[in-house]
């Protein structure tokens, strides 16, 4: 079981620094860099990628009001959403290879690539005072697929944690160690960051494959 404090400690270790915390709330300098930094690097990294494990779909709801001009609909943005990714109806995103021959499972081995949405994140206002987030687009029954705002470090994968505690470690270092040591371990934190962050695509896209590619007709022919 991983938290969010065993990430930070974690941070404070790569840095050299031996003053853990045990308590969010504690009255500390490396308590109240906890509280500056963790949430804030959480949400950095998660935009950062389309992650699989923080990848949502969500059937769009209608707002009222006349879209901007130039858009013909326009839509609430989802409340846990840190990234519109992709537009989509209710055929989905994924790209297929297609029957476009005649005859019973016979392919030329086409693929049917699904074209994006276009789409634009805005802000309106909602009140007087108050603003609000819209998306706008030209698609009616609009399906969008989102990066979510995930707190339970347990939805975590290691790499992804991994990158995170690279990430606070790079924030945190100057003010927790001082200069001139601090901004040169910062540097090298953010350093690791990038080669953290990189491991951690690499295995997001392992957790996905592509609809297998048919064979030739040539190839059918034979079978």
């Known amino acids: 079981m991983s938290s969010a404090i065993q990430i930070y400690n974690q941070a404070l270790s790569r ?12 009255d500390t300098k490396a308590g109240d860099l906890y509280r500056l930094w963790y949430d804030v690097c959480i949400e950095a990294v998660l935009t950062d990628f389309p992650w699989n494990f923080a ?5 769009l709801a209608l707002v009222s009001g006349d879209p901007p001009p130039g858009w013909t609909y326009k839509y609430a943005y989802p409340i846990d959403c840190l990234a519109a990714r992709r537009l989509s109806d209710s055929s989905g995103v994924r790209n297929l290879y297609v029957n476009t021959l005649s005859g019973w499972n016979c392919y030329d081995g086409t693929q049917y690539q699904r074209q994006p949405y276009p789409f634009q994140v805005m802000s309106e206002a909602a009140t007087s005072t108050t603003r609000r987030r819209i998306l706008v687009t030209d698609l009616a029954q609009a399906y969008l697929f989102y990066t979510a705002k995930i707190t339970d470090p347990n939805q975590f994968d290691a790499p992804f944690r991994d990158a995170v505690s690279w990430r606070i470690a790079s924030e945190i270092a100057a003010p927790m160690l001082g200069a001139p040591t601090g901004p040169n371990v910062a540097q090298a934190a953010q350093r690791q960051y990038v080669n953290a962050l990189m491991n951690a695509q690499v295995k997001s896209l ?17 079978l």
């Open 15 to 26: 840095i050299g620094s031996d003053k853990f915390i045990a308590d969010p709330n504690e």
């Open 55 to 59: 990848s949502g779909v969500v059937t």
């Open 206 to 222: 392992n957790e996905a494959t592509d609809d297998p590619t048919p064979d030739s007709i040539a190839v059918q022919a034979r």
